[in-house]
């Protein structure tokens, strides 16, 4: 097992490296993985989402437990939306509600595929050799916009907002995710905590399947969809997904500007 | 009113720029849109999709007359999905049916909206000065994939193919989309003929509106909808969507080597 990650240095650089210790041994970038010879310590650099897509392709109802509880068939074909590229942030950066929405929002703790290779109609082993890894995704979600217009579900919108992608912090490639579980605590209290062998389709088999509806690039994520316990994060509150062998995702939902103005007015009146 | 173009020259280059007569005064780019003082011949140069989108938002039920014909109210906010960046293509360029569909492809014209400045909470006004120009768009869905899962309508599938998304010939800054027309014609014969003064959300509207979801970037199209007359197109058929004033968007569905190979093991049984 290899661990990459991207990150920022105080000069606002970004680089690419596999980490040993505390060190980032600096490649060219995830789809050219020669090694520059730099050798930087982690230190003095600012983790940023190990990749970054140009699309990410989040799936729905990939799991036999969720598809139980949702008494829905599993699919014969991955079910997706794509969310945009824009919604992407690394772990530690603040997940913002966004502007006009006051609604729920809900947390997806989930594993990411990290495409390495350009693939289209890729067979299985195709599909295989094109993963450069695997990472953790929390596929953020404005739930009370999903139905909120009866005649069209809205998955795109209630998922694709700026910050509602968070993906990090690392990628791990040669990752055995067959044997590795997804925790999910909200503000420290375990909320999702499902094993990744009860996925519908495996991570080949999606990049084999997705591969056939539209071209993958390198750096595109493919969020492999969540199981049982997701939930609601209150404003302020702190969501960690982990796997065991990648690490922990961390991100806190932002106390909006607009509710800090609220607070503050309140007080001010008080 | 000032006609853009991206072209490619012999060498692989591609260039943007203003068109004037027969020659494109060469521009840095989209966004930055100072003229390197390059004048080309555009005999030399072949024409690709006008912009390079990171996204393409596409909009459903956006004008009047079709959301009467679909009895669906029309919407108080766009309702989208997303195409990604490997679905565009230019005019001219062959729309290729997906390698395991053998179903009903059906084209949509469309007016499109060039963001030319990144925005995010756009008021009217700030939406109305992002827009860089319009385009024309041909948002191509493999119709039978749509409701293939009656638990899932799968949007960003059926509409997300390589080659699914036709741009072009122009972007027109300056145009007054108030008084034009969207005309399609399958093989010469008029199929779609509706006026863009019909639509729901202005330009504007569907600009400020979507950047309170996502940040549009410069480059990112906006697929405004289309209205009455969609249809299917045959293999080997030829789509040309037009507006007065931006051109002639034209693109043929290829003959797939699948189909071409079955033809020609018929021949060659005959």
């Not at 993985?33 to 729905?60: D, E, I």
């Not at 079910?79 to 992407?88: I, T």
């Not at 009370?144 to 795109?156: A, I, R, T």
């Not at 509150?237 to 995702?249: H, K, P, Q, Y």
Request: hydrophobic content about 45%; aromatic content about 8%.
């Amino acid at each position: 097992m290899t661990t990459w990650m991207r990150l920022m240095s105080n000069d606002g650089r970004i680089v690419f490296g596999r980490v040993e210790n505390s060190y980032l041994h600096e490649y060219e970038s995830l789809h050219a993985p020669v090694p520059t010879g730099a050798v930087l310590s982690l230190r003095t650099l600012t983790p940023v989402a190990p990749c970054a897509p140009g699309k990410v392709v989040a799936l729905w109802n990939n799991f036999h437990a969720l598809a139980a509880k949702l008494e829905k068939p599993v699919p014969e074909h991955p079910l997706f939306l794509l969310k945009p590229a824009e919604s992407v942030i690394g772990s530690q950066q603040p997940i913002r509600r966004p502007a006009h929405y006051a609604g729920k929002i809900v947390f997806e703790g989930e594993l990411g595929i990290v495409i390495g290779k350009r693939c289209s109609n890729a067979s299985l082993d195709e599909a295989e050799a094109a993963i450069f890894g695997y990472t953790i995704v929390n596929d953020v979600t404005a739930a009370g916009l999903l139905n909120e217009n009866p005649h069209f579900p809205q998955w795109c919108r209630a998922k694709g907002f700026d910050t509602f992608c968070c993906i990090g912090p690392a990628i791990v490639s040669g990752f055995d995710w067959r044997s590795a579980r997804v925790v999910t605590k909200l503000d420290g209290v375990e909320r999702q905590n499902y094993p990744l062998d009860d996925m519908v389709f495996t991570p080949a088999q999606q990049v084999s399947l997705i591969s056939r509806d539209m071209t993958l690039e390198p750096g595109d994520v493919i969020a492999c969809g969540t199981s049982l316990g997701v939930g609601s994060i209150g404003d302020g509150a702190t969501v960690e997904v982990s796997i065991d062998g990648i690490g922990a995702l961390v991100n806190t939902l932002a106390v909006s500007s607009g509710e800090a103005e609220a607070a503050a007015a309140v007080e001010g009146a008080a």
